[in-house]
């Protein structure tokens, strides 16, 4: 036979130990933020159909779930409110009392070492279901904005470690910024969603907080799927703005934004895997179908080789659990 010349890169795949020695990529518990949905009443724990596993909890049943949590390691959450009363300008969010605050309050008396991150928009409190003021059927920019920087003044009153704003409008991060600084909470980071796409990924979410739009959609503010340079001129906006980290969402379909985002700003990166992305898994899991603990765990290194230094992911409780005992 004539002489090959190739490179033999099985060398280094030859035994666990070994494998693990030239591991790249990491997920550590550390990394995971689980998402909760807190729901007014008492003695309510609704199981949201299309997403198994996940449930609307009240504030009395709010302990055992952050026990599991804390037994499990998971040290930070983001807070979804799902509130009684819904108007058309969405005052529930920016009420003392509203769902997230009371929730954050209850969670930072109990177990405060956890980073507590409040999902700051209004469209779980709006009955039209949009994230802004609506006039004549379009979503009002600046009108908006003093509604997200109160919403978020009240969300750091009641202790929230990080505001997330969530919905899109331009100048939200300045202006959740100023507010803020102007309320003496200079030291609370923002955790921009700034790149977010208006994605169908998002369906069981909307079950899940009630926050469906009632008429049209959200492509008037959430950005289009086919676009990569937008999300990088989004990227560079909110850390100008002041954002300290940058969320991009989905997650999946959208590894290559969250690898330009990283090579373009220098920030913590996290990367939302959405509740399309977790029912699917689950949907195929309980078929029979598919490995989930595999596939869930290939999914979430793919987005920390993408670039990701945090995740937002549902399977955060089955993840933990998995990585203890591996
Ligand atoms: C909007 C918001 C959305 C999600 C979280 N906050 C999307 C939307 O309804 O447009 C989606 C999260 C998910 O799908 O898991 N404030």
Not at 185 to 196: F, G, Q, T
Not at 203 to 225: I, T, V
Not at 256 to 273: E, H, L, Q, S
Request: glycine letters at 6%; charged letters at 25%; hydrophobic letters at 40%.
């Amino acid at each position: 036979m004539t002489e090959l010349n190739f490179k033999r890169h099985r060398r280094l795949r030859s035994s666990d130990h070994l494998r693990q020695m030239v591991r790249e990529t990491h997920l550590h518990k550390e990394d995971l933020i689980y998402p909760i949905f807190i729901v007014e009443g008492e003695g309510v724990k609704n199981a949201v159909a299309s997403m198994p596993g996940v449930y609307q909890l009240s504030l009395d049943l709010l302990d055992e779930e952050l026990k599991e949590l804390v037994d499990l390691g998971i040290k930070s959450l983001i807070v979804f409110g799902v509130p009684a009363t819904k108007d058309d300008v969405g005052s529930s969010a920016y009420d003392q009392n509203g769902i997230v605050q009371e929730g954050i309050r209850f969670i930072k008396e109990r177990f405060p070492e956890f980073v507590v991150i409040a999902d700051t928009c209004l469209c779980q409190f709006t009955d039209h279901g949009h994230c802004g003021i609506v006039h004549e059927g379009k979503i009002l920019n600046d009108p908006t904005l003093d509604l997200l920087a109160k919403t978020a003044i009240f969300q750091a009153e009641a202790g929230a470690d990080i505001i997330a704003p969530s919905n899109m409008m331009d100048g939200f991060v300045a202006a959740i910024r100023k507010g803020l600084d102007q309320a003496g909470y200079e030291d609370i980071p923002i955790m921009s969603y700034a790149v977010k796409y208006a994605s169908s990924f998002y369906g069981p979410f909307r079950d899940a907080a009630h926050s469906s739009p009632q008429f049209g959609d959200r492509r008037a503010y959430q950005m289009d799927p086919a676009n990569r340079n937008e999300a990088l001129r989004e990227a560079v906006s909110d850390i100008e703005e002041g954002a300290d980290f940058l969320i991009v969402k989905p997650a999946l379909s959208y590894l290559d934004i969250m690898r330009d985002v990283k090579n373009t700003v220098n920030a913590p990166i996290v990367a939302y895997n959405v509740s399309g992305e977790y029912s699917m898994i689950k949907a195929a899991a309980a078929n029979g179908w598919v490995d989930e603990k595999g596939l869930v765990m290939e999914k979430l290194v793919s987005m920390k080789r993408a670039g990701a230094d945090l995740i937002i992911t549902y399977h955060a409780k089955d993840v933990a659990r998995w990585l203890t005992n591996s």
